[in-house]
T-cell receptor
Framework: DAKTTQPPSMDCAEGRAANLPCNHS???????VYWYRQIHSQGPQYIIH???NNETNEMASLIITEDRKSSTLILPHATLRDTAVYYC?????????????FGTGTKLQVIP | SQTIHQWPATLVQPVGSPLSLECTVE??????LYWYRQAAGRGLQLLFY??????ISSEVPQNLSASRPQDRQFILSSKKLLLSDSGFYLC???????????FGSGTRLTVV
């Protein structure tokens, strides 16, 4: 699996958009980009995933660059409850086992 | 719908004591199952994965072992806990194409 790199921490004002970047320069053609978040002392929660097109759901938007070497998770109107660690991973859509490494993610602090 | 159960939520154990953490998945069959550990302020470290009953692979040498006696049951064990075994343990499952990870709520283990 391709490795990802993320900034260790970010701050965002409440009500503003939070843009969390992720680099995955060695991503393979069939690997999806997934985003998860982990609120303190809980298991990571799935947010969104995509292959090459931009995606949007009720939680967030995912923007993937044309070369697929990086992506940005956008929380359009950040709230205090969005304070969490956000993980970006890449994974191929096969049914078998894949070794996926979750790095240390980006710790997002939403400030009132 | 699929659900994943992990227990206990917290556990305090003395050094040298045994450990058994259980994880069960409902609403699916033949899932890929994982055990992760998260030390304080660190990322998720993959410990074990399983693609089927009695099929366990270890990612890192350690004081722990895993077993899968049933299709939807995954157990993490130790015969004698070490202080370094303290951490937040997460069970997760995946299945099928394009599906990401679903994590349990985690067990916070403190070895004293």
């Amino acid at each position: 699996d391709a490795k990802t790199t993320q900034p260790p921490s970010m701050d965002c004002a409440e009500g503003r958009a939070a843009n969390l970047p992720c680099n995955h320069s060695t991503i393979s053609g069939n690997e999806y980009v997934y985003w998860y978040r982990q609120i303190h002392s809980q298991g990571p929660q799935y947010i969104i995933h995509g292959l090459k097109n931009n995606e949007t759901n009720e939680m967030a938007s995912l923007i993937i660059t044309e070369d697929r070497k990086s992506s940005t998770l956008i929380l359009p109107h950040a709230t205090l409850r969005d304070t969490a660690v956000y993980y970006c991973i890449v994974r191929a859509p096969s049914g078998g086992y894949q070794k996926v490494t979750f790095g240390t993610g980006t710790k997002l602090q939403v400030i009132p | 719908s699929q659900t994943i159960h992990q227990w206990p939520a917290t556990l305090v154990q003395p050094v040298g004591s045994p450990l058994s953490l259980e994880c069960t998945v409902e609403g699916t069959s033949n899932p890929n199952l994982y055990w992760y550990r998260q030390a304080a302020g660190r990322g998720l470290q993959l410990l074990f994965y399983s693609i089927g009953i009695d099929q366990i692979s270890s990612e890192v040498p350690q004081n722990l072992s895993a077993s899968r006696p049933q299709d939807r049951q995954f157990i993490l064990s130790s015969k004698k806990l070490l202080l370094s075994d303290s951490g937040f343990y997460l069970c997760a499952w995946t299945q099928g194409k394009g599906y990401g990870y679903t994590f349990g709520s985690g067990t916070r283990l403190t070895v004293v």
